[in-house]
């Protein structure tokens, strides 16, 4: 298992081809970019939210 990214480059210059993955491997990425991805979008939902554009007013006097 490998700790760098896929889009990082490589570490070896000299080995310019991914190893092949296997269906197994492949599922299982999927799985964790999925994952990361559903993540992030929780972490921003609030910000999706409008802003209220509702000012309450002073209360009298």
């Known amino acids: 298992m490998s700790t ?3 889009k ?3 570490i070896d210059r000299r080995d310019r081809e991914a190893p092949r993955e296997s269906d197994r ?7 964790h970019e999925d994952e990361n991805q559903d993540e992030a979008l929780e972490e ?11 000012v309450p ?4 006097e």
């Open 4 to 6: 760098q990214d896929r």
């Open 8 to 10: 990082d480059p490589p």
């Open 25 to 31: 491997e492949r599922e299982r990425r999927k799985q």
């Open 44 to 54: 921003t939902f609030p910000a999706s939210d409008p802003v209220s554009p509702f």
């Open 57 to 60: 007013a002073k209360a009298p």
